[in-house]
């Protein structure tokens, strides 16, 4: 089951939770901004009233902490997640991260703008899983590089140097929150975070972050034993699941799935229809799409064959169809 940015994917779908989005914040914000999410409210950031332009770079996650109506602004949250680190460079077709980020809040400010309500604070958070080393200080870095490193004498003038130093003050920035998962190990989890689903995603990503296989399975399910079952805990454990597979090799995916609902079976025996069922219906799904691909290629092979002087019960028996279907094709 190989699926596109399933990094990507996983994230996204993961951090739909407001539970899980609100104990990654309580874990990762510094304590001054902590009293945000005590004496706020964490909910879903709507884009339904943005423009196109926005909705087009639409922040892979974004939340809204609802403060007190006495206080007349909110903080909007901006996730931005990294699987990789984007080649940085002139001739670099990948957009730069702090880019990326500008895009974000203008688009949020510019629509405060027009609707007149007040502009909102941002809080921009970059989560990273990549395998390479997070590099940066500042994001700018990304896009000038570290002009603050003072050069070699014969390398570029000094009075020259200084300036480019001092005009790196000009160029736009902020700070950003960076989660950096090469910080984490499963101890760090554990002792930082309480959600079972976070927990969960955390350790399984950051294995790939590590260069390591996705496939502690039991140390990622065992997350799940306090999960209550809903609708959202049952699509997680087959986002988990599509996760571990997308990154497993193919030859492997009927064992790994196997591994995947003996070891959910063994926490949650009592729930079924439940979270073993939830699993099965992948299965279902990728079999369905299996025999309709399949199916695809015989209508195919049918077709080209319909054009040689071949009988139909001929072309039936070679495209494995029925005559009823050749007729009609």
Same mark, same amino acid.
């Given at each position: 089951?190989?699926?596109?940015? %399933?990094?990507?994917?996983?994230?996204?779908?993961?951090?739909?939770?407001?539970?899980?989005?609100?104990?990654?914040?309580? =874990?990762?914000?510094?304590?001054?901004?902590?009293?945000?999410?005590?004496?706020?409210?964490?909910?879903?950031?709507?884009?339904?009233?943005?423009?196109?332009?926005?909705?087009?770079?639409? $922040?892979?996650?974004?939340?809204?902490?609802?403060?007190?109506?006495?206080?007349?602004?909110?903080? #909007?949250?901006?996730?931005? &997640?990294?699987?990789?680190?984007?080649?940085? *460079?002139?001739? /670099?077709?990948?957009?730069?991260?702090?880019?990326?980020?500008?895009?974000?809040?203008?688009?949020?400010?510019?629509?405060?703008?027009?609707?007149?309500? =007040?502009?909102?604070?941002?809080?921009?958070?970059?989560?990273?899983?990549?395998?390479?080393?997070? %590099?940066?200080? &500042?994001?700018?870095?990304?896009?000038? =590089?570290?002009?603050?490193?003072?050069?070699?004498?014969?390398?570029?003038?000094?009075?020259?140097?200084?300036?480019?130093?001092?005009?790196?003050?000009?160029?736009? =920035?902020?700070?950003?929150?960076?989660?950096?998962?090469?910080?984490?190990?499963?101890?760090?989890?554990?002792?930082?975070?309480?959600?079972?689903?976070?927990?969960?995603?955390?350790?399984?990503?950051?294995?790939? $972050?590590?260069?390591?296989?996705?496939?502690?399975?039991?140390?990622?399910?065992?997350?799940?034993?306090? #999960?209550?079952? /809903?609708?959202?805990?049952?699509?997680?454990?087959?986002?988990?699941?599509?996760?571990?597979?997308?990154? *497993? %090799?193919?030859?492997?995916?009927?064992?790994?799935?196997?591994?995947?609902?003996?070891?959910?079976?063994?926490? &949650?025996?009592?729930?079924?229809?439940?979270?073993?069922? $939830?699993?099965?219906?992948?299965?279902?799904? $990728?079999?369905?799409?299996?025999?309709?691909?399949?199916?695809?290629?015989?209508?195919?092979?049918?077709?080209?064959?319909?054009?040689?002087?071949?009988?139909?019960?001929?072309?039936?028996?070679? /495209?494995?169809?029925?005559?009823?279907?050749?007729?009609?094709?």
């Amino acid at each position: 089951m190989q699926t596109k940015q %399933p990094h990507d994917k996983f994230f996204k779908a993961f951090m739909k939770s407001r539970d899980v989005a609100e104990d990654l914040l309580q =874990g990762t914000l510094p304590p001054v901004l902590q009293p945000l999410l005590k004496k706020g409210e964490l909910t879903p950031f709507k884009s339904e009233f943005l423009s196109k332009e926005w909705k087009e770079t639409y $922040a892979d996650v974004t939340y809204r902490i609802q403060l007190p109506q006495d206080i007349l602004v909110d903080v #909007v949250v901006l996730f931005e &997640h990294k699987s990789y680190l984007p080649n940085s *460079g002139k001739d /670099s077709g990948n957009k730069p991260i702090l880019l990326q980020l500008l895009e974000y809040i203008v688009g949020i400010w510019e629509t405060d703008y027009r609707q007149k309500t =007040g502009y909102q604070f941002l809080l921009p958070i970059v989560f990273y899983q990549g395998q390479k080393s997070w %590099p940066y200080t &500042h994001l700018r870095e990304e896009l000038f =590089g570290k002009v603050d490193v003072t050069p070699e004498p014969d390398d570029v003038d000094e009075e020259l140097s200084q300036a480019l130093k001092e005009l790196m003050h000009f160029q736009p =920035g902020f700070d950003y929150i960076l989660i950096n998962l090469h910080d984490y190990d499963d101890d760090r989890i554990l002792a930082t975070f309480s959600e079972g689903m976070l927990r969960a995603s955390l350790m399984a990503m950051s294995d790939y $972050a590590d260069g390591e296989p996705v496939r502690r399975i039991a140390r990622y399910i065992n997350n799940l034993q306090e #999960v209550q079952l /809903s609708d959202l805990s049952l699509s997680y454990i087959q986002d988990l699941a599509k996760y571990i597979l997308a990154l *497993g %090799p193919k030859s492997e995916e009927r064992k790994i799935m196997e591994e995947i609902k003996e070891t959910t079976f063994k926490i &949650h025996p009592s729930d079924e229809p439940g979270f073993v069922s $939830a699993l099965d219906a992948i299965n279902m799904r $990728a079999e369905k799409a299996a025999n309709e691909a399949k199916n695809e290629v015989k209508l195919a092979i049918a077709k080209r064959l319909k054009e040689t002087n071949l009988s139909i019960e001929e072309i039936a028996r070679i /495209s494995e169809l029925s005559i009823d279907v050749v007729k009609g094709l």
